[in-house]
């Protein structure tokens, strides 16, 4: 039991560093910005607050008159030749001293801070005044070692007191402001900053990292993963798997999501299913898009429908441009025929989404859409309908009812697991059948010892949405 402990904490720990490593590279702006706030910070600190001050020394040598002057042997001290020093340290910076002080350079507060320090192991007492320009602290310094005597006199009898080294004129100032420390040291403020604060947030961040995240934290099927690759042509919005570049990594990811739906589609007979999401920019209609190709080029006979009411994205990833008619269209006019909507391409049938941005609650609450529904699962093998994320008012809980599964495309470390459980569990209220999740964009942890499975898609779509909640 102790081992299985040991061994699930080990897991946590590795978690919580990938969770590290990854904050860091979406953050490394903000780290950046953290270490030159903490440069500059402490840069103006020197610039504005630095004091220069000067310092002028003095040596004394506190004696009985028949001791050496100048050699204090700490292993023969008595308590009275140790109070010897103590009692002259303490003359020197009492307030007697200073108000004499004050009455010798004739100022009403003493400009200078005073000190006294025994040298260990010697009856020698260095005299130290601090003061912010060179002038005042010799003063000081000279006004005191001027009248030393006469205020020991009285408070310490048969005690000589020698003047071993006079005050002298500060030629320099104790310290001048180092502009490169106080930024270098600023710098590792901002650093240990960003440190602390990333290690927080992989601590506290909860997301989608694998497979296993998907069985044991979401309590979902896993489907398939499919690879991450950067976005090389920013007029490209979208990535087929029936184009010539294609790596093959990425159509193996589709390939399994078929066989997946094929199982579904002989156990249990189900021919409609939609792919939706928890938020936006997860990549479901890239998924939905090149899920239907794939079913569409094993022969069967495929319909895509674009329902996301608020932002269709199916022809801007497809890039089709001689659309007349859409899914709004047949929604809103009885009169327009299924027929006229459908567009076939790349192997599939096709039923667009209207560039119109609409109140996708009340269209899909029409009667209409499950006539469309009920029509295409007459005529078509499979029917694979894109929709709106789930978190985000209503409308795909509106499309669930009318389907027969879902598939849910989680981009990795993206929504956090509690909007994913929510919306999930919300959706399973609907629609009780889920075949599994897809994971997005996926990149290989470190500790995991699965293959990262080369080339994919890993950006999302440019969603408009200015309402409902988000990530």
């Not at 507060?109 to 025994?118: D, H, M, N, R, Y």
């Not at 040298?119 to 003063?139: M, P, Q």
């Not at 859409?326 to 929604?331: C, E, F, G, K």
């Not at 029509?375 to 985000?392: A, C, G, K, Q």
Request: glycine content about 6%; charged content about 25%.
């Amino acid at each position: 039991m102790d081992q299985y402990n040991q061994d699930e904490m080990t897991i946590d720990l590795t978690k919580v560093f990938e969770n590290f490593l990854r904050g860091f590279k979406r953050m490394w702006k903000t780290v950046l910005l953290l270490v030159l706030v903490g440069m500059v910070a402490l840069e103006m600190k020197e610039i504005l607050f630095f004091n220069t001050t000067y310092t002028s020394e003095a040596v004394f040598v506190p004696s009985a008159d028949i001791e050496d002057t100048y050699y204090y042997d700490s292993t023969q001290a008595s308590s009275t030749k140790a109070n010897l020093v103590d009692t002259f340290n303490s003359i020197l910076t009492s307030k007697e001293m200073k108000n004499i002080v004050k009455d010798v350079l004739n100022v009403s507060k003493l400009p200078a801070k005073v000190s006294g320090t025994q040298i260990e192991n010697t009856n020698l007492v260095v005299l130290k005044v601090t003061a912010k320009n060179a002038k005042d602290a010799y003063d000081v310094a000279t006004a005191i070692t001027n009248n030393c005597d006469a205020l020991t006199k009285d408070a310490m009898q048969d005690v000589s007191i020698t003047l071993l080294d006079k005050p002298t004129m500060p030629q320099k100032a104790d310290a001048s402001p180092n502009y490169l420390k106080a930024g270098l040291m600023g710098g590792l403020i901002g650093l240990g900053a960003s440190a602390l604060l990333l290690i927080v947030l992989a601590i506290l961040r909860r997301t989608v990292l694998d497979k296993n995240d998907v069985k044991e934290t979401l309590g979902l099927d896993y489907i398939a993963k499919i690879p991450y690759v950067e976005k090389h042509k920013a007029n490209n919005p979208g990535l087929l798997i029936n184009g010539s570049f294609i790596r093959g990594d990425f159509k193996h990811s589709f390939h399994n999501i078929r066989i997946k739906m094929e199982q579904d589609h002989r156990l249990k007979k189900h021919s409609v299913y939609m792919i939706t999401s928890t938020v936006p920019n997860e990549g479901k209609t890239m998924v939905s898009i090149n899920t239907a190709i794939t079913l569409g080029q094993k022969g069967y006979k495929v319909c895509l429908v674009d329902l996301d009411m608020r932002n269709p994205s199916v022809e801007k990833t497809m890039r089709y441009a001689n659309i007349h008619r859409t899914s709004l269209d047949y929604l809103k006019d009885k009169d327009v025929k299924l027929e006229q909507c459908i567009v076939h391409i790349d192997d599939i049938d096709v039923l667009f989404g209207s560039d119109i941005s609409v109140d996708g609650s009340t269209e899909l609450s029409k009667p209409r859409l499950s006539h469309l529904i009920e029509n295409l699962r007459e005529i078509y093998d499979f029917v694979i309908v894109d929709t709106s994320p789930l978190y985000m008012m209503e409308d795909a809980l509106l499309v669930a009812k009318h389907v027969d599964s879902a598939v849910v495309v989680v981009k990795q470390d993206y929504a956090t697991t509690t909007d994913i459980l929510d919306s999930v569990d919300e959706l399973h209220e609907t629609l009780p059948e889920i075949v599994g999740v897809v994971i997005n964009s996926y990149k290989k942890p470190f500790y995991s010892q699965e293959s990262a499975g080369g080339y994919g898609y890993g950006y999302g779509y440019g969603y408009g949405y200015g309402y409902g909640r988000s990530k």
